[in-house]
């Protein structure tokens, strides 16, 4: 995604003139120049202090893109705040500290004045916070409703074909779209991270994924699925989110629905999110089959918001 | 609509303390006060010149929602050049102007410093067009595709139940989604309006709806919908735009897509809009069973942004 990201800030510096003054990779180490590295620049040590690594470094943004810790979030976190505390704006493509401690890092970006972006966390770069912060003023997110993982869409269509969940996860990790431990997303930890991030962000909510009431896909079988088949139904792994009196509830399912439904059109890696909103109605974003440049243009539209707005 | 938007702006007006100074309606004459007006404001005659009404009202804003005249796009492009010559800002919820005078508005626009809006034209008040201009930076709309008018949708899901296309339209009709003439709606010359609107902004495709190649729904019948159930397929009016060595191609068609296919989601009043771009593969907005709120939250979306660039 790093390369992805690379590659793009390269193809767009007409425009958008951006320069790296500094990438550190867990397999490369360090690359450090302010006045900007090439697109192979040469690596050197990795810096073990992400403190001393910013300071040498002293860019205007950090761009967080660590794997995801689902049950603490770091060490994302302690990146972002390493940022926010030299007074750099922050990206994250990472979802743990979203899903973790929303409200804590936006409230130190607040004070620091910085911003703090994450769009890509959710459903690669197609607008879902950037649609609700720039284009539904006045609107009130009441709930949302969403198919958000691609690994399930991949392996529930492979058993619906007669191939066994096994069979699916293969061909889910050959795509490029399962971690090493895809019980992660067959579990639905991915979703209810998603779907808490959503949440905390959109409607002020404060959960972590650990609040979602979660079923993954696990208990799935071919047979079920060819039952469902000549119903005309289908499963999807179905992430939702309402308002009630006791506060924001959060809900990962493996639900039946008919193939008609518009959430049973997000075939392969596609995916999908409707909002209920109070002036708006019901509306969404859609993203067909993405990869991972799309998750680099979502780090790519933070980055040209910042500037715009900073 | 003109209703729904007042009701909205009152709703928001905490937030939002807009004023309106001055309303013109067919039916109910022109109500004015520089001060601004109130809910139920007393109507007097109608003002006959559009001059003489915007030069007594000195809004900062037009609001322009007169009823589409297809072959022209006429009363609402003079509206809008009579905002524009006194340094208004105009918002238009007619397709019209859009459809036939979108490079020349624009650039009218321009030279007086003014902004131009038009959000609600083709999905109510979803956000299209400042989608692509707030949330897609460096990307470059190659082409779309979408389902976007309504009419059609109920028309054809009610022949698909075995009903005729008359009994559709009289459907479509009680809904509030057809107007008088229905065969603009039937004959796709709603949506060749949208997609060529869509082109002009989104493409800079210089287009009117005679250039879209268009073919309605006219020709349909509740056995060939029955027929094409038993393949589990459907039909929807489609519209579609893609760069060519030749410029911009239009397309709108009753097209026969599988049940499955995302298009097929837009059930009753939904619609559908997909969009093919360099950078962020295809991706999309849906709006689920719009009413007229929505398209006063169009407006509304219009204003607001206005009113934070200005």
């Not at 060490?75 to 926010?84: G, N, V």
């Not at 911003?115 to 609700?132: H, K, T």
């Not at 007669?162 to 889910?172: N, S």
Request: glycine share 8%.
């Amino acid at each position: 995604m790093g390369r992805a990201f690379a590659r793009l800030l390269g193809s767009q510096r007409k425009v958008f003139p951006f320069r790296i003054v500094a990438i550190q990779t867990l397999r490369h180490g360090a690359a450090i120049d302010p006045r900007g590295l090439p697109l192979e620049p040469p690596f050197g040590k990795r810096i073990d202090s992400i403190d001393e690594f910013l300071d040498r470094a002293r860019p205007e943004v950090v761009i967080e893109l660590t794997t995801l810790n689902p049950a603490t979030g770091e060490p994302a976190i302690s990146h972002i705040r390493a940022a926010f505390a030299r007074g750099c704006h922050a990206i994250t493509a990472n979802k743990g500290p979203i899903a973790h401690a929303y409200a804590a890092l936006a409230e130190e970006a607040r004070r620091s004045g910085v911003e703090f972006r994450f769009e890509s966390i959710v459903m690669d770069g197609a607008p879902v916070f950037n649609l609700v912060r720039n284009n539904l003023p006045g609107c009130k997110i009441r709930g949302f409703t969403g198919v958000v993982n691609s690994t399930t869409n991949v392996v529930i269509e492979a058993m619906r074909a007669g191939r066994t969940l096994a069979e699916g996860v293969e061909e889910a990790r050959r795509i490029g779209v399962t971690e090493a431990d895809a019980s992660f997303d067959i579990d639905g930890w991915d979703a209810a991270a998603k779907t808490a991030a959503l949440a905390n962000v959109l409607m002020d909510a404060r959960l972590t994924p650990l609040d979602v009431d979660r079923r993954g896909i696990a208990r799935l079988t071919p047979e079920k699925l060819h039952a469902l088949k000549r119903q005309e139904k289908t499963v999807r792994l179905v992430s939702r989110a309402r308002t009630t009196p006791n506060g924001v509830k959060l809900r990962v399912r493996a639900e039946v629905i008919s193939e008609h439904d518009i959430l049973a059109s997000t075939h392969h890696t596609s995916s999908l999110l409707l909002f209920d909103t109070d002036l708006m109605g019901t509306i969404g974003t859609v993203e067909l089959n993405p990869g991972v440049e799309q998750t680099a243009y979502g780090v790519f539209s933070d980055l040209v918001d910042i500037a715009k707005s900073s």
